[in-house]
């Protein structure tokens, strides 16, 4: 099952970014030429990072009968250059209904994030003119 997004050119560095029925918008600070209307593409990456993860320790907690109440989910990645990419992602995940007990569980269930698993294995990105 293909999962696709629509990003269009909307002023400036902006664009205007359509996920199914939702609208977002991405865009650059000033000191990058943008004019800060919205999160950097790398910061929507890290985002989704960290709202996946999130969401899985919500699932667990739900399926193992816990509050997911407090749960948070904080992503952070390096920047490195040569060739310019992100690295070494990291996520901290604050879930603070979790019993001792239920800790190994609850990661290896997190582990099974789309994102998060799309980051750890050496994908392709095939770029198209049309």
């Known amino acids: 099952m293909a999962i696709q997004v629509t990003a269009s050119w909307d002023q400036g560095l902006a664009f ?4 199914r029925e939702h609208k977002l918008r991405s ?3 000033p000191d990058k030429g943008g004019a800060d209307q919205g999160p950097t593409p790398p910061e929507l990456l890290l985002a989704a ?3 996946c993860s999130g969401m ?3 699932m667990f907690a739900n399926r193992e009968g ?3 109440e407090g749960i ?3 992503a952070e990645a390096d920047a490195a ?3 310019m990419r992100l690295e070494n992602f990291r996520v901290r995940v604050r879930f603070p209904h979790l019993p001792e007990d239920k800790r190994a569980k609850a990661l290896a269930f997190m582990e099974s994030c789309l994102v998060g698993n799309a980051l750890k294995t050496q994908n392709q990105v095939q770029i198209e003119l049309e």
């Open 16 to 19: 205007s970014l359509q996920v």
């Open 49 to 51: 990072l960290a709202a």
């Open 72 to 74: 948070t989910a904080v």
């Open 56 to 58: 899985f320790a919500a």
């Open 27 to 29: 865009d650059l600070p």
């Open 81 to 83: 250059s040569s060739p």
């Open 66 to 68: 816990l509050s997911p």
